[in-house]
């Protein structure tokens, strides 16, 4: 082999070695995104999006129309897309309510005539039979729901023992 051979076989070799480490460093950074630019400001609600807080409280429908809950919650992933709605089955005003949740589907959302509905193919004995949704991170006000109805029930069983007591003392006197 020539000197001149080897020179231009090693500068290739070196040249590749280089792209290959410094190359990528540079398409990293330049496809890396910018963590410190300004987000961008809005001065009105863009077309087609609506706020998350109005889809809580709408009415849920099932597919023969009727009532069969009402979305109290919507959780999101890490890019803050909607991916479950937690929907309150059974009870009245809020009492003996149980949370079942469904993954979110944004085609089930309508409206008609301003009224907003979620419509899930599901029937008033299925949810019913559901499991109760668990929290793995609660919302401050499940956390106050559940003191509420502890200390409720602890009131409750502390009235009736002391009814059993007063009944008790009657029955002797």
């Not at 076989?9 to 410190?36: D, E, K, M």
């Not at 803050?80 to 944004?106: H, Y």
């Amino acid at each position: 082999m020539t000197n001149q051979f080897v020179f231009v076989r090693n500068s290739l070799v070196a040249l590749a070695i280089s792209t290959s480490l410094f190359g990528n460093v540079a398409w990293s950074q330049a496809t890396a995104p910018n963590l410190t630019s300004s987000p961008e400001i809005l001065a009105r609600q863009p077309d087609g999006e609506t706020s998350s807080t109005s889809l809580i409280g709408i009415k849920v429908v099932n597919d023969a129309g009727d009532v069969v809950g009402d979305v109290n919650y919507l959780l999101v992933n890490a890019t803050g897309q909607i991916t479950t709605v937690v929907v309150g089955v059974g009870g009245f005003l809020g009492v003996g309510e149980k949370n079942v949740a469904f993954r979110f589907v944004p085609g089930n959302i309508t409206s008609d005539k301003g009224d907003r509905t979620l419509k899930l193919s599901v029937t008033k004995d299925q949810l019913q039979a559901a499991a109760k949704f668990e929290w793995r991170e609660a919302p401050m006000e499940v956390k106050v729901e559940d003191s509420v109805r502890s200390a409720a029930d602890k009131v409750k069983a502390a009235a009736k023992s002391l009814s059993d007591k007063a009944s008790d003392a009657m029955k002797k006197n």
